[in-house]
């Protein structure tokens, strides 16, 4: 019974790796990309299967002045 709780994360650990492994070499995408530094200090991914159409960006949430109370009106 030891060894089983010993050994048995490991081999589920090593399911996962090689899941993750095979997962990643059929994703099919021939050039992985690579970063490059930019003039500021900050880096660029180039390269790689991601398109900017393909990340959705949620538009940012429009901020509304709160409606005057008519206590705050009579002061």
Not at 15 to 35: E, K, M, S
Not at 49 to 54: H, I, S
Request: include cysteine.
């Amino acid at each position: 019974m030891t060894r089983l709780r010993t050994t048995a994360p490991l081999l589920l650990a090593a399911a996962l790796t090689a899941l993750a492994v095979t997962t990643v070499q059929g994703a099919g995408c021939d050039d992985p990309g690579h970063y490059e530094p930019g003039p500021d200090g900050s880096w660029s991914l180039v390269g790689g299967c991601v398109e900017p159409g393909d990340l959705v960006v949620a538009p940012p949430p429009t901020v509304t002045d709160p409606a005057s109370t008519p206590e705050q009106s009579r002061s």
